[in-house]
């Protein structure tokens, strides 16, 4: 098929486009909710006497985040290989995501249900070590078939792109609500309500419900167009264990995977780092101080200020947060061109360097005489939404276009196997984020009179978004 043709065809009617694309709420929603405020939930919140209220150590919660999310990323290959393999008249990938989606809904829900919400215990550590394992164990039962689907349901660039911005959509939405529905509820619901003690719980049991809804939609739009070949290909002879770690190993083999694991390693440890230590920023620097009129003016327009004058951080958190996501829906339809005429790794190049010297910034807020704390971290996260729009829209392709390559190479389709060991190496870097902040808070502090361990989070994460730049250098495809 000639260059032109792969990027002007399409195999999908759109409203189907859009459709599948709302899957991608559910990939984005939960994951963000659970990087953004879990560890605050259980390490960071105060009581009303200004006291921590703490439900684990933080040290400890990175140790089981980061534990949890290792562990778990073995089987994100073995789900890729094993889904690459089934056979049934729904198609490879659509089972595992209608079996999954209900029980990574309810390990969602269980995190924000610690048995003792009065302070540190050990039960609370083995709920959120349980429920963690869980989530993510049932969250790779569901996506890796659920992102395996893209390059299967259309062979066309242009398509895949389209589809791929249609999903930065969803990935916006689901990242918006993911910031702002904790904190709202727990705003809104400080007393908790019925058999729940605060409005995080609330939250869980909506979000739960809203990743079952979105998952069955979107499976339920396309077809498949290589469900047939499921278990075509016989593999050496031996175990299966030894011949799935023969698929895995082999990965390593195209020249383009290299770079690209690498890069997106880097670049996925860093967005953690960022995410977890937002609601951070917000109470223990934002908050440290006294907000100067204008800020709790511009605070009180967003609703994030009572009666009495006294701002609510973690909404503020919240609002920074979504100032990235909907600056990054704003510049989709810009980067979908720019896309077309500079090439997905100029641009995907260009996007890790720029976010990571606006992560280092991040290390100076408040340290400047001007303007006011508030008003410096809103112009840095406002500077994050271009990069974040780019790798929202070109991730996905980049991937499909190594999967492509490695059937040109092998003559095999293995989406499962290539997005499997994406999620293995995800696991350990998204891990990796948070325990390494937890370090920092234990050693530095993350308290409103000793922050430096927040603060020391941006450059650790910039550092690691201009490592996954020299990466994408090394990458050999420029389509």
Known sequence: MKSSERQIKTQLKTWRQWLYAGGNFGVTFSPTVVAAWLGYFYTGRENPDGT??????????????????????????VVGYLSDRTRSRFGRRKPWVAAGAPLLALSFFFLWMPPDPTGP????????????????????????????????????????????????????LGTVGGNLLPPLLAALLVAGIGPFDSGYQVMALVGGLLLILFFFVSILSVRERHADQAGAYVGPHGSALRNALSEFGSTFQLPAFRPYMLGVGFYRMAIATTVFIAPFIATKILGAGSPSEAEVDFLNMLGAVDEAKIVNW???????????????????????RLVKRWGKRRLFILALASFGLITIGMAFIGLLPSPAPLFQALLLFGLAAFPVSIALVVIRPILADVIDADEEMTGRRREGVYNGMEGL?????????????????????????????????????????????????RYPIKK
């Open 52 to 77: 921590p209220h703490l439900l684990v150590g933080a040290g400890l919660f990175g140790l089981i985040w980061f534990a949890c999310n290792a562990i778990n990323g073995i089987t994100d290959p």
């Open 121 to 172: 215990s050990t039960a609370n550590a083995m709920n959120l070590t349980v429920a963690l394992f869980f989530f993510w164990f049932f969250f790779t039962v569901v996506v890796a078939p659920y992102l395996s689907l893209l390059p299967d349901i259309t062979p066309f660039d242009g398509e895949r792109v389209r589809i791929s911005a249609f999903m930065g959509v969803f990935e916006v």
């Open 314 to 336: 973690e909404l503020a958190a919240g609002y920074m947060m979504m100032l990235v996501l909907v600056g990054a829906a704003f510049f989709l339809p810009l980067v979908a």
């Open 425 to 473: 190496i995800m696991k350990v870097a998204t891990g990796l984020g948070p325990l390494t902040a937890g370090w920092l808070f234990a050693a530095f502090g993350a308290s409103t009179t000793e922050n430096l361990g927040v603060r020391l989070c941006g450059p650790v994460a910039g550092c690691c978004l201009l490592v996954a730049a020299g990466a994408f250098m």
